[in-house]
């Protein structure tokens, strides 16, 4: 004790380092609720997921394994960018249903077109929203046209990416509710 009085300044850190591990084992309240509730295992699985989604539009869509770059994860650009192609007019939706026995679930990909804000360039990827029956759709992921992709190989990727989609009023809405494409 007489060592920790003659030397105030180890005291203090340990006092320090004693609050801060009181600090972290709270839950942080400013996050957004879908990183709160997440744990990273989650969230690399639902990635994971995603991926295997992809795998199954190349194949679907007759275009190479990893044509797409790798699936990015939930993020809030990502939630944002889902937000604005759902809400512009003319957002078309095809369907994924990875057990057709069970139409409750599914997920729902489109194609979008997003220039950078700073470089102006324009750059094609494919959204991917999880749908659950009378359930929030909920993003889980986005996958982009490989970089070097000349630009007609790019339109002609999106007509084929394209020519199965439907208006989001058709079938989601019918199968998964009026809040499956609010994402």
């Not at 009378?134 to 990727?157: T, V, Y």
């Amino acid at each position: 004790m007489r060592f920790l009085l003659h030397h105030p300044h180890l005291l203090l850190c340990l006092f320090l380092f004693t609050l801060s591990l009181c600090r972290c084992g709270e839950d942080d309240d400013d996050l957004p609720a879908t990183l709160n509730s997440l744990s990273i295992d989650e969230q690399s699985s639902e990635t994971a997921a995603a991926q295997q989604h992809i795998y199954a539009i190349e194949k679907m869509h007759n275009l190479p394994r990893g044509w797409f770059t790798p699936v990015i994860g939930h993020t809030d650009k990502g939630v944002e960018r889902a937000r604005q192609h759902v809400r512009r007019g003319g957002a078309r939706f095809s369907l994924l249903l990875p057990n057709p026995s069970d139409t409750s679930k599914g997920v729902a990909y489109s194609v979008f077109s997003n220039k950078h804000p700073e470089t102006y360039r324009l750059t094609h990827a494919v959204m991917l929203i999880k749908l659950d029956k009378n359930r929030r759709g909920e993003l889980i992921g986005e996958a982009h046209f490989p970089a070097d992709l000349s630009q007609s190989d790019a339109h002609e990727a999106l007509v084929e990416l394209e020519r199965y989609a439907q208006s989001p009023d058709d079938i989601f809405l019918r199968l998964f509710g009026p809040n499956a494409l609010a994402v």
